[in-house]
């Protein structure tokens, strides 16, 4: 698929107007700022003008929503993949689609679904990308990382765009086809939290504690608990260290 590129100064969010338009797949919208960026879980998503790459892209995937699970953790293997390409080095991901660097959170994905269970399912995802954060902007965004805090060249955001871009290219199709299950053990070789103790908080407030062994061939999150294996699916839940 040919993206088709739109780049606007402003905007309230990239996510929302692809919706909004019904843009068609491989739409590609990039932002210079957005006055109402919007992360996970009803959060805010705080851009800096200038210093982040903030675009989403209409993706229609042919098969139904089941067979979208573990779609965000393909995404952060897409994106880390592109880092390493432009030569950044350590990022990794968190369950499920946060790419980190070690000082914190460099990326996020923000995935909108609209299909069913069976037809075809369009998604709108939206990547937020760190590149140079002020230092109001670091303090309002808790543990927010940006490119200058991983080993690499000075970030180039065009070229950094082409180069996620064509990522997706690549890995977008694939998943469509094969589903998560041949990525796994690449996106268990990228994960920074392997092995350690979490906690799961679900929309509710409801935790659930153990150690991360890794994902599953769904992209499913594998918790070692106390009382047994839990499995948990990337949806209303967040992931915190103990
Ligand atoms: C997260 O909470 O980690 C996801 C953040 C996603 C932010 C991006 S920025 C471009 C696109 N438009 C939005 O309103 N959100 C996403």
Same mark, same amino acid.
């Given at each position: 698929?040919?993206?088709?590129?739109?780049?606007?100064?402003?905007?309230?969010?990239?996510?929302?107007?692809?919706?909004?338009?019904?843009?068609?797949?491989?739409?590609?919208?990039?932002?210079?700022?957005q006055?109402a960026?919007?992360?996970r879980? &009803?959060?805010?998503?705080?851009?800096?003008?200038?210093?982040? !790459? =903030?675009?989403?892209?209409?993706?229609?995937?042919?098969?139904?929503?089941?067979?979208?699970?573990?779609?965000?953790?393909?995404?952060?293997?897409?994106?880390?993949?592109?880092?390493?390409?432009k030569?950044?080095?350590?990022? &990794?991901?968190?369950?499920?689609?946060?790419?980190?660097?070690?000082?914190?959170? =460099?990326? &996020?994905? =923000?995935?909108?679904?609209?299909?069913?269970?069976?037809?075809?399912?369009?998604a709108?995802?939206?990547?937020?990308?760190? !590149?140079?954060?002020?230092?109001?902007?670091?303090?309002?965004?808790?543990?927010?990382?940006?490119?200058?805090?991983?080993? &690499?060249?000075?970030?180039?955001?065009?070229?950094?765009? /082409?180069?996620?871009?064509?990522? !997706?290219?690549?890995i977008?199709?694939?998943?469509?086809?094969?589903?998560?299950?041949?990525?796994?053990?690449?996106?268990?070789?990228?994960?920074?939290?392997?092995?350690?103790?979490?906690?799961?908080?679900?929309?509710?407030?409801?935790?659930?504690?153990?150690?991360?062994?890794?994902?599953?061939?769904?992209?499913?999150?594998?918790?070692?608990?106390?009382?047994?294996?839990?499995?948990?699916? /990337?949806?209303?839940?967040?992931?915190?260290?103990?």
């Open positions: 698929t040919p993206f088709c590129l739109q780049l606007v100064d402003e905007i309230d969010s990239t996510n929302r107007s692809l919706r909004q338009e019904c843009a068609v797949h491989g739409t590609v919208l990039a932002a210079e700022w006055t960026g919007k992360g879980l &009803g959060r805010q998503w705080i851009g800096s003008l200038g210093g982040s !790459l =903030l675009f989403s892209v209409v993706w229609r995937f042919s098969g139904g929503m089941t067979r979208l699970a573990g779609l965000s953790l393909a995404l952060g293997i897409a994106l880390t993949r592109a880092l390493e390409k030569g950044y080095q350590g990022t &990794g991901l968190k369950w499920p689609n946060d790419v980190l660097c070690p000082k914190g959170k =460099l990326a &996020g994905i =923000l995935i909108e679904l609209s299909g069913d269970a069976l037809g075809p399912v369009d709108v995802i939206g990547i937020g990308l760190n !590149l140079r954060l002020s230092p109001e902007e670091r303090i309002h965004a808790d543990h927010a990382a940006d490119l200058s805090d991983c080993s &690499g060249p000075s970030p180039e955001r065009n070229a950094l765009l /082409a180069a996620i871009l064509n990522e !997706l290219a690549d977008l199709p694939r998943f469509d086809q094969d589903g998560f299950a041949p990525l796994r053990t690449e996106w268990e070789a990228r994960h920074l939290w392997q092995g350690e103790q979490a906690k799961l908080i679900s929309a509710d407030g409801k935790e659930s504690r153990g150690r991360i062994i890794g994902v599953a061939e769904d992209g499913a999150l594998r918790l070692a608990g106390e009382d047994g294996l839990k499995v948990a699916y /990337a949806g209303d839940v967040s992931l915190r260290k103990v």
